[in-house]
């Protein structure tokens, strides 16, 4: 994946320094930039709903509800936000690089005016705010109260290798 952008990129640098000696028309450029732009977001957008996936899975099968943090002695509320904060956290560190990588592909779709993703196409930003960066967004949303809780409690609830990986948690957030 890194390899294809990196071309694509060397692609878009190739194009816009042709522009200087006239081998591409302004037309031309455009259009094959943007070509070059939708190509890399459909290809990251499917690389990092595959790894979401996969990371999915992975939760799905290491479910955590509640109590196993109010057994540990963190209060209910503590306890949810613990989850929900470690959760996207650790979502977010398993897809990795292709959310990076997929916000940079939907920053040059929206710059290249790609349709769908164009100021005119999207002025809301909702396409551009793209699902890789909601993982990033819960996070912090999360962290505000997260660091709230005490320094022993976190630290003894990051040192449990099941708060280390991706997880589920147990739905509905309740006791159970």
């Not at 390899?3 to 006239?22: E, H, K």
Request: charged content about 25%; glycine content about 4%.
């Amino acid at each position: 994946m890194l390899r294809t952008i990196l071309i694509s990129a060397l692609s878009v640098l190739f194009i816009t320094q042709a522009s200087a000696y006239d081998l591409l028309s302004q037309t031309e450029r455009e259009t094959e930039l943007k070509k070059i732009a939708k190509q890399n977001v459909d290809m990251a957008k499917e690389n990092y709903l595959n790894k979401f996936y996969e990371c999915f899975q992975e939760g799905e099968i290491n479910k955590i509800g509640v109590s196993f943090l109010t057994d540990k002695g963190l209060t209910m509320e503590e306890s949810k936000i613990a989850l929900l904060y470690l959760s996207s956290k650790n979502y977010k560190s398993c897809v990795g690089e292709t959310a990076n990588q997929y916000s940079i592909a939907v920053n040059l779709a929206r710059y290249f005016n790609v349709e769908g993703y164009s100021l005119k196409d999207d002025p809301e930003l909702g396409n551009s705010i793209s699902l890789a960066d909601s993982l990033a967004i819960d996070e912090m949303k999360y962290s505000v109260d997260y660091f709230k809780i005490s320094e022993n409690k976190r630290k003894a609830i990051e040192s449990d290798p099941s708060l280390q990986k991706v997880f589920g948690i147990k739905s509905p957030i309740s006791k159970n």
